[in-house]
């Protein structure tokens, strides 16, 4: 499975993007998909994540409002709706695939997931 996160850019605080995470080399509704992000010298920190069928979502608390993971199997996509953003949002953003639908304390977990993503930079200025 090859994943490919895009649609970051910069944008002002309060502004809006929606990230895209598409799946090929398998049918992404095969699996959960996670989002995280990564700034310099920080851990991989958990956003969203959301089921195969995208009935059940989980949101970290930072952005639990904010953001919307939403899914588009014809698509073999996966999005993250990020609005009323903050400059504390900037950071690399990372979407990563695990088969289960777990706990969201397991959902959370980076080592919990399979294949990653490259990465897509969200700058949020001030």
């Known amino acids: 499975v090859q994943l490919q996160a895009s649609g970051g850019g910069l944008v002002q605080s309060g502004g809006s993007l929606r990230l895209s995470c598409a799946a090929s080399g398998s049918t992404d509704s095969s699996y959960s998909i996670g989002w995280f992000r990564q700034g310099p010298g920080k851990e991989r920190e958990f956003v969203a994540a959301?089921?195969?069928?995208?009935?059940?979502?989980y949101y970290a608390d930072s952005v639990k409002g904010r953001f919307t993971i939403s899914r588009d199997n014809a698509k073999n996509t996966v999005y993250l709706q990020m609005n009323s953003l903050k400059p504390e949002d900037t950071d690399v953003y990372y979407c990563a695939t695990r088969v289960v639908f777990g706990s969201l304390a397991t959902m959370s977990r980076p080592g919990k997931y399979g294949y990653w993503g490259q990465g897509t930079q969200v700058t949020v200025s001030s």
């Open positions: 959301i089921s195969r069928g995208g009935g059940s979502t």
